[in-house]
Nanobody, 125 residues
Framework: QVQLVESGGGLVQAGDSLRLSCAAS????????MGWFRQAPGREREFVSG????????YYVESVRGRFTISRDNAKNTLYLQMNSLKPEDTAVYYCAAARDGLYVGPNVSPYDYWGQGTQVSVSS
């Protein structure tokens, strides 16, 4: 059974940085693509970023491009999201996800097979 556990969320001020981590257990996910999504209160889950199995392909939603960086360490079975220059509109629960299609880095929810429980990120103005 695959488990994804996010950590690193918190309450910060606008302009601050946070680094989210997503630790996988139960099986190695080195052949899986992985991604980050977020969901703000009253809104649908939104794609943030994706990375292919070998980090050769990455993709970001326009609103975070240039501020967020996705990365992974396959030896540690861990996914990261470095978030800089945070804005109040980045406030949401952030979820990591894993897709068997190791090359998929897109925004659709359906290709992702495993999901974490989420970590809260709150950015005050």
């Amino acid at each position: 059974q695959v488990q994804l556990v996010e950590s690193g969320g918190g309450l910060v001020q606008a302009g601050d940085s946070l680094r989210l981590s997503c630790a996988a257990s139960g099986r190695t996910l080195s052949s899986y693509a992985m991604g980050w999504f977020r969901q703000a209160p009253g809104r649908e889950r939104e794609f943030v970023s994706g990375v292919s199995w070998n980090s050769g392909r990455t993709y970001y939603v326009e609103s975070v491009r240039g501020r967020f960086t996705i990365s992974r360490d396959n030896a540690k079975n861990t996914l990261y999201l470095q978030m800089n220059s945070l804005k109040p509109e980045d406030t949401a629960v952030y979820y990591c996800a894993a897709a068997r299609d190791g090359l998929y880095v897109g925004p659709n929810v359906s290709p992702y097979d495993y999901w974490g429980q989420g970590t809260q990120v709150s950015v005050s103005s």
